[in-house]
């Protein structure tokens, strides 16, 4: 059963502390997706990648966030230094980038709290 | 800009009950729409797709509409039960982009 796994599940830390969350994407989707979710501003696009090259990443906040993806079974989105502001849960999705039949493929979160 | 909207935020009903959930979007030019599920503390997981030549899906008692000339998509909940409690997501993809622009949900509690 092929799913997107995403690490840490959760993760406390300090403001100014650096944050790297991990995403494995299901194997064969050439398609990655990072996202947050808040109560507010429900859910929202930061980044994303076409095997492995980032075509927009307008929704992230440059001067501290960053993704990448150093190979096709890893992304990775860092916050540094973070802020309590970026508490949210973060999502990474997948998917075979077909537009019109294709869905995305979502991992379970990174549920993130900056104090 | 694509604008999505979901009403009613959020719904309680008995158990039993047929249900309609409802999706706007502003710009037409889209690819697809698609509805998810997604239960607390989880992430989301795709329940239907309806391309942009389709009028609807559907997937076992649930059934998904698109107007697309009006900019409207309905899901439709037959014989609602306890475990459909979730919040459902309608997402679209517009033309010429691969990124999907969520509407902010609907809280669906069904009580036995």
């Known amino acids: 059963d092929a799913r997107v796994t995403q690490t840490p599940r959760h993760k406390v830390t300090e403001m100014g502390q650096e944050v790297t969350m991990r995403c494995q994407p299901i194997?064969?989707?050439?398609?990655v997706f990072w996202y947050r979710q808040t109560m507010m501003q429900g859910l929202e696009l930061l980044a994303y990648?076409?095997?492995?090259?980032?075509?927009?990443d307008s929704g992230m906040p440059k001067d501290r966030f960053s993704a990448e993806m150093p190979d096709a079974t890893l992304a990775t989105l860092k916050i540094q230094p973070s802020e309590p502001r970026d508490s949210a849960v973060y999502f990474c999705?997948?998917?075979?980038?077909?537009?019109?039949?294709?869905?995305?493929?979502f991992g379970p979160g990174t549920r993130l709290t900056v104090l | 800009k694509q604008e999505v909207t979901q009403i009613p935020a959020a719904l309680s009903v008995p158990e039993g009950e047929n249900l309609v959930l409802n999706c706007s979007f502003t710009?037409?030019?889209?690819?697809?729409l698609q509805w998810f599920r997604q239960d607390p503390g989880k992430g989301l997981t795709s329940l239907l797709l309806?391309?942009?030549?389709?009028r609807e899906q559907t997937s076992g008692r649930l059934n998904a509409s698109l107007d697309k000339s009006s900019g409207r998509s309905t899901l439709y909940i037959a014989a609602s039960q306890p475990g459909d409690s979730a919040t459902y997501l309608c997402?679209?993809?517009?033309?010429?982009?691969?990124?999907?622009?969520f509407g902010t949900g609907t809280r669906l509690q069904v009580f036995p």
């Open positions: 999705a997948s998917g075979l980038g077909l537009r019109g039949t294709d869905t995305q493929y």
């Open positions: 194997l064969g989707h050439n398609t």
């Open positions: 990648f076409r095997n492995r090259a980032p075509l927009d």
């Open positions: 309806i391309q942009s030549s389709q």
């Open positions: 997402a679209v993809l517009s033309h010429n982009t691969d990124k999907l622009i």
């Open positions: 710009d037409s030019a889209i690819y697809n």
